[in-house]
């Protein structure tokens, strides 16, 4: 049975109609429009639907809609603008790291995070972080070397 729920999406609050088991993703993509996320496997496995809650990267996929209320979510359009794109958006478009594009959401919000805890990794402590996303295009040295450029500062 949908009921109203509260979100906090970039920022602002938002009000959904929502089954408490219903997945946050849906809420992000269906009620609120937000195409950053995407479903992948619908089962934690890939990332492509991470989004920030409270700061930390979260499988969207399967976090029930009833626990992100309360909770401060960040998407990847609230990471940037177009005009003023975050370091790390940058650094993706600098290295042309995107091919097909659907793990990019995933790859970015889990840097983000990561770069947050570990401003200045080594290349294989990003490769580490980044071990739980899946990218099948085959990009993954572009994606490290987008990392690399933000922590330095968007210097390539």
Do not use: W
């Amino acid at each position: 049975m949908a009921n109203p729920v509260t979100l906090n999406v970039n920022g602002q609050d938002h009000s959904v109609e929502a089954d408490p088991d219903s997945m946050l993703l849906y809420a992000l993509r269906d009620d609120l429009g937000l195409h950053g996320p995407k479903f992948g496997c619908g089962l934690s496995q890939c990332g492509a639907c991470t989004v920030l809650m409270d700061g930390a990267a979260t499988r969207s996929c399967v976090t029930p809609v009833s626990a992100a209320a309360g909770t401060k979510i960040v998407t990847l359009e609230g990471l940037g603008t177009i005009d003023k794109p975050h370091p790390l958006q940058q650094a993706f478009i600098d290295e042309q790291a995107v091919q097909c594009g659907y793990c990019i959401n995933g790859m970015i919000m889990t840097a983000k995070v990561f770069l947050d805890d570990n401003p200045h990794p080594s290349r294989d402590e990003i490769k580490q972080a980044l071990n739980d996303n899946l990218c099948r295009c085959g990009t993954h040295m572009r994606i490290v070397r987008a990392i690399e450029r933000a922590a330095k500062g968007g210097q390539g």
